[in-house]
């Protein structure tokens, strides 16, 4: 049920600095969140990279019962 007399326009005035609290905090939140996007799909091609390995000029093969 809903009080019968409600004046929006008064109750917006009333709630407006928790109102922009909540605003600020969720601006906030969106903002972590698109740094830590970019973070990991920065990050994310890291472990691919595999180094060389080191092989020698010439391998020696071994010739059992030559």
Do not use: C, Y
């Amino acid at each position: 049920m809903s009080a019968p007399d409600t004046n929006v326009e008064r109750e917006e005035k009333r709630h407006k600095p928790a109102l922009l609290g909540i605003r600020g905090v969720v601006v906030a939140v969106l903002v972590m969140f698109a740094i830590f996007l970019l973070w990991v799909f920065n990050k994310g091609g890291e472990q691919d990279a595999v180094a060389p390995l080191d092989v020698p000029a010439q391998a020696e093969v071994s010739t059992i019962g030559s």
